[in-house]
């Protein structure tokens, strides 16, 4: 028998994340073919009907957002993020998100897929390192240019157009789309160098580490060690890259994995300061009150009401 402490965090599914948000009996359900949790690509206007706000949430797919007309508002991480027209927002497989303000009235493309859909006969790991916005930690925004807005805009036709006509049955069609997609939104994506500004591509990399061993370690000496730099060095390269020093982006993680878990799971306080790396929970009600304002209890009691 599983103890409490073992109970999973809450990561959506996309039909589990539809029958949630959309309402079970919303009719655009038949929009979706059987399966959908793999890959789907439909237009916004026809099912993005949220009938509630989205509280911190993990999904197992990569998200895609192509917005047309419109604003769409949402949190990735502790970050919110406005997209407008001719700009495309990435919610990477397993990143914390988001949506506060429910706004129904937006055109678009939304395309969402499984990261096992990009790996076969025209896709391998080693390339798709080369799409920062598929990490989690990048840039997951990006604004497009007109012409090149244009072209995307077709090959979201074509990848709705394969949904609609077959699923992904025909799976390399799929693969293909998918990765002329990315190639096209890597011309206008605002890309760590590979070498040239050693702090942006030093702050990237700490952004990604902490993300993966939040509850392992909140140390900027654990993370200097691993990046083989000296703690200032990574400290003075993130303030100047991010406006934020390496502490703060360690701190507003664990609040932001704390919310999640406060939202998302019926553990412990106890329980919860463990997942965040925190053993002692006196310490971790503590550090969160000082940070939000009221205790996790409180929160917790906050969620329960609205």
């Known amino acids: 028998m599983k103890s409490k402490g073992d109970e999973k965090v809450k990561t959506y599914e996309a ?3 539809r029958e949630k948000f959309l309402g079970a009996g919303n009719p655009m359900h038949l929009l979706f073919k059987s399966n959908s949790d793999h890959f789907f690509c439909l237009k916004m206007e026809e099912i993005m009907q949220l009938q509630y706000p989205v509280p911190p949430s993990k999904h197992s797919c990569h998200t895609i957002l192509f917005i047309t007309s419109g604003t769409h508002i949402m949190k990735i991480g502790f970050e919110e993020h406005q997209t407008n027209a001719n700009e495309i927002i990435v919610v990477p497989a397993g990143q914390i998100f988001s949506i506060e303000n429910v706004n129904n009235k937006i055109i678009g493309f939304i395309c969402q897929f499984h990261p096992d859909v990009l790996i076969g006969k ?4 080693e390339m798709l390192n080369d799409f920062d916005f598929l990490k989690i930690g990048g840039n997951p925004k990006i604004s497009l240019s007109e012409s090149n807005s244009r072209f995307i805009y077709n090959l979201f ?11 992904i049955t025909n799976f390399n069609i799929v693969q293909s789309y998918l990765m002329a997609l990315f190639c096209e939104m890597n011309k206008n994506n605002v890309k760590i160098p590979k070498s040239g500004n050693a702090s942006a591509v030093l702050s990237s990399k700490f952004k990604e580490l902490i993300f993966a061993h939040i509850k392992i370690n909140h140390e900027v000496n654990y993370y200097a060690s691993l990046l083989n730099v000296t703690p200032n060095h990574l400290n003075k390269s993130v303030k100047s890259t991010t406006g934020k020093p390496a502490t703060k982006w360690i701190d507003e993680t664990i609040l932001l994995e704390a919310k999640y878990l ?3 799971t019926t553990l412990s306080i106890s329980e919860i300061a463990m997942q965040v790396g925190h053993e002692d929970h006196s310490y971790f009600s503590r ?6 304002g009221i205790t996790p209890i409180e929160y917790r009691k906050m969620i329960a009401k609205s």
């Open 262 to 264: 406060l939202f998302q």
């Open 122 to 125: 025209y896709g391998n790991t």
């Open 157 to 167: 036709i074509r990848l709705q157009a394969s949904y609609v006509e077959s699923g």
């Open 287 to 292: 550090f969160f009150k000082k940070h939000e």
């Open 15 to 17: 039909k589990g994340f």
